[in-house]
């Protein structure tokens, strides 16, 4: 029966360990290292936004506009929402 090679003996495990850097472990991330910077995602507001008929509403494009936003919203011209073709 073939051994994996990871797996390691109690006591080779005994030798080997003390020779190991110890290292601070991070317990919501394991072995992930930290991110220099300001903590959290940088945010980003976008020039403008490109969407499709779904979301061509006067209430959508005010609050869009309300942030500086450009919208790129396609017009519903009011064809059947369930026909395929444009």
Known sequence: MAV???????ELWELVEPLLPVKKRRFR?????P???????????P??????????YDSRRR????RGITPEIAKRNGI??????P
Do not use: N
């Open 47 to 56: 020039k403008r936004v490109t969407a499709d008929r779904g979301y061509d």
């Open 63 to 66: 609050e869009l506009r309300q």
């Open 4 to 10: 994996a090679p990871w797996i390691v003996s109690d």
């Open 35 to 45: 991110v220099r910077g300001k903590v959290g995602r940088p945010r980003r507001r």
């Open 29 to 33: 991330h394991p072995g992930v290292p």
């Open 80 to 85: 059947d929402p369930l026909r395929l073709t």
